[in-house]
């Protein structure tokens, strides 16, 4: 199982597949590298390079107790594509991964960037205040964050699941398929979540 360890000593288990110009992908909260296998498959047997990770806290990644934040989020990320010697990269983030994304290229610059696509992105600021009324309440992200069900599945599942009109309707027959990626701990997850809600990136996307 291929794993880079970083600086401060964290595991991160990641997948690179196919040979090419390199697209990284950034995977959403809660899930893990997993969760981009199909785009992956597909892309690194049409001449394209694609590396994906499991975020600390997540996947077969190093259960971490401190680092759940977008600055560390972006640091393993450069740690990654440096240890890898990636150039030229398109840089995919989805949700939490889009975030992840936009930091790193404000963090480490974009001389190993070609293009970046954030696809449903977390937003620079994602609570509600006076300088941001469009946001959510804090207490929906603290509800989501604590939340702890008897069946993990049942949580999770609406982050992966399909967001096609076939399986959102009532009259659908379809059946939801299997959670594609494996949870977090969670410490990681109330972290992160607690993180995003209550940080403010506007400052790193100007």
């Known amino acids: 199982m291929p794993t880079l360890t970083t600086k401060d000593g964290t595991q991160l288990y990641y997948k690179d597949w196919g040979t090419g110009q390199p697209i990284v992908f950034s995977h959403g909260w809660p899930l893990s590298a997993d969760a981009f296998e199909d785009q992956m498959n597909f892309l690194a047997n049409h001449g394209y390079r694609c ?48 975030g ?23 937003r620079p600021q994602m609570a509600k205040t006076a300088a941001n009324p469009g946001g959510l309440p804090i207490a929906t992200f603290d509800a989501s964050g604590a939340a702890s069900p008897r069946t993990p599945s049942q949580f999770y599942q609406p ?10 309707s009532p009259k659908s027959r379809l059946k939801l ?12 997850r109330r972290r992160c979540s607690a ?10 996307v100007r």
């Open 100 to 122: 992840e994304v936009a930091r790193y290229i404000g963090r480490h610059g974009t001389a190993r960037v070609a293009k970046a696509v954030l696809l449903a992105s977390v």
């Open 51 to 98: 590396i994906a990770h499991d975020r600390r806290g997540h996947g077969r990644s190093s259960q971490t107790f401190d680092g759940n934040d977008l600055d560390t989020y972006a640091d393993d990320l450069a740690e990654l594509v440096s240890a890898l010697d990636i150039t030229n990269a398109v840089h995919v983030g989805h949700s939490t991964g889009g």
């Open 195 to 204: 993180r995003l809600s209550r940080g403010d990136q506007r400052a790193s």
């Open 177 to 188: 398929p299997p959670v594609r990626g494996r949870r977090p701990g969670g410490r990681s």
């Open 159 to 168: 982050a992966a699941a399909p967001r096609s009109r076939a399986f959102r």
